[in-house]
């Protein structure tokens, strides 16, 4: 059976900090897709990355960067320079297949990041 | 703007009451859920319908049930709330052929008192 686990429930910043994201992913698949979601405080979700397994090349977006590692099973997010609008729940999420239209998609139970000014 | 649309956006029930949650999307996605999203458990899928047509249980489906009523829409219905369905609920539509996978609507915070 598929697991996310993030470890860090809550995670407290001071603005300009760096912060990274704790994912750590089970799945008995050669074939899977991992995912970073942001819960800002208005509550929507918003995609911010997919990956897929068979690709672990590491993946820079502006201040967001994330490190994939199937030797360790863990897909980590981390945030250079950290300002206070990403003060937000992030959910880590994992999907074996991509083909059964996503039933099996399962998430972690989040990280709430606070960037305090 | 393109995306998931859900209604209503808050709502309060009196346990025992029913309704209804309403979710469209114009993406032309073929499959469609529902979840929900309790604090410290991330989101649990509760229903989903991978085409028009067919629907599916998901992980908590018990005190639900939904409606594929076409491609653009899929319903959630309580037929008779309870406290322990206090929650915020999402809608999602899903593309194999978009990088992001899921798009989710805004949500529906649901209170049964």
């Known amino acids: 059976a598929q697991k996310v686990t993030q470890a860090q429930t809550e995670i407290s910043v001071v603005e300009k900090e760096d912060v990274t994201l704790d994912c750590v992913y089970e799945t008995r698949d050669t074939t899977y897709y991992l995912f970073w979601y942001k819960q800002p405080p208005s509550g929507e979700l918003v995609f911010l990355i997919r990956?897929?397994?068979?690709?672990?090349q590491n993946e820079i977006s502006g201040r967001y960067s994330w490190n994939f590692q199937k030797s360790t099973s863990s897909f980590n997010f981390t945030i250079t320079a950290s300002q206070v609008v990403d003060s937000a729940v992030y959910f880590c999420?994992?999907?074996?297949?991509?083909?059964?239209?996503?039933?099996?998609?399962?998430f972690g139970p989040g990280t709430r990041l606070s960037v305090l000014p | 703007n393109a995306g998931v649309t859900q209604t209503p956006k808050f709502q309060v029930l009196k346990t025992g009451q029913s309704m209804t949650l309403q979710c469209a999307q114009d993406?032309?996605?073929?499959?469609m859920y529902w979840y929900r999203q309790d604090p410290g458990m991330g989101l649990r899928l509760i229903y989903y319908s991978a085409s028009e047509g067919t629907t599916d249980k998901g992980e908590v489906p018990n005190g639900y049930n939904v409606s594929r009523l076409n491609k653009r829409e899929f319903s959630l219905r309580l037929e008779s709330a309870a406290p322990s369905q206090t929650s915020v609920y999402f809608c999602?539509?899903?593309?194999?052929?978009?990088?992001?996978?899921?798009?989710f609507g805004s949500g529906t915070r649901l209170t049964v008192v």
């Open positions: 993406m032309n996605h073929n499959s």
């Open positions: 999420a994992l999907s074996e297949d991509f083909e059964t239209y996503g039933q099996n998609f399962v």
């Open positions: 999602a539509s899903f593309s194999r052929t978009r990088s992001y996978g899921y798009t």
């Open positions: 990956r897929n397994s068979f690709d672990e």
